[in-house]
């Protein structure tokens, strides 16, 4: 089946540094890509559409300066946290939708998500 | 403001027995519902979904019940088995990809 790869998996880092964290979809090409936040015991929220070749939608309330997303190919979406702050530590999804959906469905049963990268601001 | 709710944090099942995880939801745009299982530290996996024009989908031991006039779906798991021990979410959609998640039911099936 379709596979979605996130890397990396954990990161630690000190506050007031950048990390990237990349999503790419392995056998097949995404021409949308989506970013979920998760704090712990509550639900994904969805942080950002990614769009290859144009600029991120973001959803209302996520600073798009702070997370900058770039979608430079049909294969790869990369979510940068600039000046990270302890408040950013959270668990990080990406998902990727199949270009080509199965006819007949809103497309949305074939998205499929990333492992995850868990983000430890110290 | 919870577009998607599951009241229920946790649910504790016998293994054999039938699970009975609950979703409900207030946009009454929403057409397509879906349910996840996660396991810790991994993304989210597709289980089943079913679309507004449906009541129940079935696929193997999980079966999908939408009641739309109640705003409410179910997952039914039958029999449940200790492999099925993880958080379920249940999320809804309106023809675009923009999932909008519950919070997430843990089932603990035991032996």
């Known amino acids: 089946g379709a596979v979605v790869s996130q890397h990396p998996s954990w990161v630690i880092c000190k506050s007031g540094t950048s990390v990237k964290i990349e999503c790419r979809s392995l056998d097949f090409q995404a021409t949308t890509m989506f970013w979920y936040r998760q704090f712990p015991k509550q639900s994904l929220m969805l942080m950002a559409t990614s769009n290859e070749g144009s600029k991120a939608t973001y959803e209302q309330g996520v600073e798009k300066d702070k997370f900058l997303i770039n979608h430079a190919s049909l294969t790869l979406s990369t979510l940068t946290v600039t000046s990270a702050h302890p408040e950013d530590s959270s668990f990080y999804i990406c998902s990727a939708r199949d270009q080509f959906p199965i006819a007949g469905t809103s497309g949305a049963g074939e998205l499929f998500f990333g492992e995850g990268s868990r983000l430890t601001v110290l | 403001d919870q577009q998607v709710k599951q009241n229920s944090p946790s649910l504790s099942v016998q293994e054999g027995r039938i699970s009975i995880l609950n979703c409900d939801y207030t946009n009454s745009m929403f057409d397509y519902f879906l349910w996840y299982k996660k396991y810790p530290a991994e993304g989210p996996t597709f289980l089943i979904s079913?679309?507004?024009?449906?009541d129940k989908n079935e696929d193997g031991r999980f079966t999908v019940f939408l009641n739309k006039s109640a705003k409410h779906l179910s997952l039914h798991i039958v029999p449940s088995q200790p492999g099925d021990s993880a958080v379920y979410f249940c999320?809804?959609?309106?023809?675009?990809?923009?999932?909008?998640f519950g919070t997430g039911t843990r089932l603990q099936v035991f032996p």
């Open positions: 079913i679309s507004s024009i449906k």
């Open positions: 999320a809804a959609t309106h023809v675009t990809d923009k999932l909008i």
